[in-house]
């Protein structure tokens, strides 16, 4: 089994950038894919990013150009750059990690981008 932990969510202004970390711990060889999920109040949970172990990256459109996912394999970690936040990325986001079939989740960090 796999332990998830997200950090780095917080209040920032619009425009401004924050950086989400997680880190997998636990009875882990090697994950597989790594990514965001993020959950905005009243809405459905909605993929952000997400990078395989070989670093190929995919990014929902409302992100791209803003957002950079990156992973340290070695460390167990996936991280996520955050640029140019705008109001509506004020979520919780959820780092999930797949392994040997079974998608784990952490209990997410809250983003909230308000001046």
């Known amino acids: 089994q796999a332990q998830l932990v997200e950090s780095g969510g917080g209040l920032v202004q619009p425009g401004g950038s924050l950086r989400l970390s997680c880190a997998a711990s636990g009875s882990i060889f090697s994950l597989n894919t790594m990514g965001w999920h993020r959950q905005a109040q009243g809405k459905e949970r909605e993929l952000v990013a997400f990078?395989?172990?070989?670093?190929?990256?995919n990014y929902a459109d409302s992100v791209k150009g803003r957002f950079t996912i990156s992973r340290d394999n070695a460390a167990n970690a996936v991280y996520l750059q955050m640029n140019r936040l705008k109001w509506d990325d004020t979520a919780v986001y959820y780092c999930?990690?797949?392994?040997?079939?079974?998608?784990?989740w952490g209990k997410g960090t809250l983003v909230n981008v308000s001046s």
């Open positions: 990078i395989s172990r070989g670093g190929s990256t």
């Open positions: 999930y990690a797949n392994l040997n079939g079974l998608v784990y």
